[in-house]
């Protein structure tokens, strides 16, 4: 990566973050790990969202298709949050696809700590 790209990906981030409220950094979480870019991810992730998105770097970082159906909504507990947010991704068989996001607040901004996602095949099965 190039010293231009990396000053990109920093200023992108911090512009980001200084509107830091928890669905701005929810959709730029979701979109920074569609988009291939685990670096911006990083950023701003802690604990198990952290780790999961080194473990999509080391093996690539892969891109993929998904796009934000509707808007991402929060639920702000003080210096926690929980947010929900649905993407429609291109996988076959899968429906809409909704996450929970768990963001804490580090300072004055918000990291997404860990993050989950329903079963849209067990819902399936029940029907």
């Not at 080194?54 to 949050?81: F, H, M, N, P, R």
């Amino acid at each position: 990566m190039s010293f231009k790209n990396i000053a990109i990906t920093v200023l992108s981030v911090l512009v980001m973050l200084s509107c830091s409220k928890p669905e701005v950094v929810t959709e730029s979480f979701v979109k920074a790990m569609a988009t291939g870019k685990c670096d911006e991810a990083l950023l701003i992730s802690k604990g198990q969202a952290k780790d999961a998105v080194q473990g999509a770097k080391d093996a690539g970082c892969e891109t993929y298709q998904s796009e934000i159906i509707g808007k991402v909504t929060c639920e702000i507990t003080g210096d926690l949050a929980v947010c929900s947010c649905t993407e429609k991704r291109e996988l076959p068989g899968l429906k809409d696809i909704t996450f929970t996001y768990n963001l804490e607040k580090e300072g004055t901004d918000w990291k997404i700590s860990s993050y989950t996602k329903d079963n849209p095949l067990a819902e399936s099965l029940e029907e």
